[in-house]
């Protein structure tokens, strides 16, 4: 639809010049009583006045219409953009500039740029121009804006032609393998507990008692067998779910653009929503604060999710303080650069252990303090809390370090029979 409104760009240089020196051609010839003189004065200085009334016809005369297809792509996916004109039959030159951010595809200093001498014996033209988006987010294409000009380019008159239209560019998933091993509290769905009904004696694995466990679970033949401790878990570790915590602190991160560490943990992020809602596995996506991306009772499915974590923001938050985590439920946190305090934090939150996910953020911004971006000394407080730990680098793919919690990440159990 087009735009109301526009800015009188008026006469051009050449037009100004050729204005005056119509005038003081009439102005002499006055003086020297030369009607020849004056008529050719008179004839130059209204040349730019008639040019400025054809700019401004071309002006209003013309419609444009933009659409993008798709408006809504992954990063690095193209997208093709179709400028259709239509109106009169154009007097003078139209010259088109599209405005579109650097993330979306073109240089900031090059943006796509169009001229249009003529539109067809329908009154139409078409125009298109390719976009490839580096970076998730939500972009807004446009303004569109079209100065025309007269034929001879005494004039112009610029105006905005199409408003904005919003290009929505979805992060990067990679397919992903697997599951890591549970590790919640053995309170899970209604379909797992049905799996073990019925007779016979059931397998069930067992692991050493760890601070927080319940006394209810533990094993006491085997604990008397091993000499410490042991728990009772099911040989099918019951799933609640998962709650996978995305740590998006600004403070947190580092790196700049498409290759920070904030763009690796949402791209990890989004790779594992998309592969727990293909093997329909119920989970929670929220943020650092215990906040929901998708509220509850939203559409089920991965395109509200990406779609959230497309439009996600970094916070200003500096801690890691927040709502409790769900309980019955795996955790899986991934997590950008630690403080003081913060695993604490974390951990009080949970009402168990988990999988965690460090950046080691000085990977992504090797001029960073590394003593602060060490995830060394905070991954072995989780793994002593009992959580799977997996250190990201910034050469390293969200596939494996997810292979790295599905492979890596097994726990220490052992298989006896109850007979």
């Known amino acids: 639809m087009p735009v109301a409104g526009g800015r ?45 009334v054809l700019a401004a016809r071309t002006r209003r005369i013309v419609r444009v219409e933009r659409e993008l297809e798709p408006a809504r792509v992954p990063v690095d996916a193209e997208v ?49 121009y390719p976009l490839r988006p ?26 905005e032609l199409a408003g904005p239209d919003r290009l929505l560019v979805l992060p990067r998933v990679v397919p992903l393998r697997g599951l890591p091993p549970a590790v919640g509290t053995g309170e899970g769905t209604p379909g797992a507990a049905l799996a073990h009904q019925g007779q016979g004696a059931s397998d069930v694995l067992i692991r050493p008692y760890r601070q927080g466990d319940e006394l209810r679970r533990v094993h006491w033949r085997s604990s008397a067998r091993h000499d410490e401790l042991m728990v009772r878990l099911e040989e099918r570790p019951w799933r609640g779910g998962m709650t996978l915590l995305l740590d998006r602190r600004d403070a947190a991160h580092r790196g700049r ?102 950046l080691d953020t000085a990977t992504w911004d090797p001029a960073a303090d590394r003593a602060r971006g060490s995830a060394g000394a905070h991954a072995a407080a989780l793994r002593r809390a009992g959580w799977r730990v997996t250190v990201a680098t910034a050469g390293t793919s ?18 006896v029979s109850l007979s």
């Open 8 to 52: 009188l760009a008026g006469l051009t240089t050449r037009g100004r010049c050729l204005l005056a020196g119509g005038g003081a051609t009439a102005v002499c010839a006055v003086v020297l009583d030369e009607r020849d003189l004056l008529r050719v004065g008179v004839f130059v200085a209204l040349l730019p006045l008639l040019a400025l």
């Open 80 to 128: 093709s953009v179709a400028v259709a004109l239509q109106g009169g039959a154009l007097l003078g030159a139209l010259r088109l500039v599209d405005a579109v951010p650097d993330a979306a595809g073109p240089q900031a200093d090059a943006p796509p740029r169009f001229t249009v001498h003529r539109l067809s014996s329908r009154g139409t033209a078409a125009l298109t």
């Open 134 to 159: 580096v970076l998730r987010g939500v972009h807004r294409v446009g303004p569109l804006t079209g100065t025309a000009s007269d034929p001879l380019g005494l004039a112009e008159f610029e105006r």
């Open 257 to 358: 653009g498409a290759d920070s560490s904030l763009e690796f943990a949402v791209s990890l992020a989004a790779s594992v929503c998309v592969h727990l809602v293909g093997r329909g596995e119920p989970f929670t996506l929220v943020t650092e604060d215990g906040t929901a991306l998708v509220p509850p009772g939203a559409v089920a499915g991965q395109e509200p999710l990406l779609d959230a974590l497309a439009a996600l923001r970094p916070s200003a938050r500096t801690d890691l303080s927040g709502q409790d985590l769900a309980a019955g439920t795996d955790v899986l946190a991934v997590l950008g650069a630690l403080g003081p305090g913060q695993v604490e934090a974390l951990l009080a939150r949970s009402s168990g252990v988990g999988h965690a996910v460090l």
């Open 398 to 415: 969200p596939a494996r370090v997810w292979d790295d919690l599905v492979l890596g990440a097994a726990p220490d159990a052992v298989r």
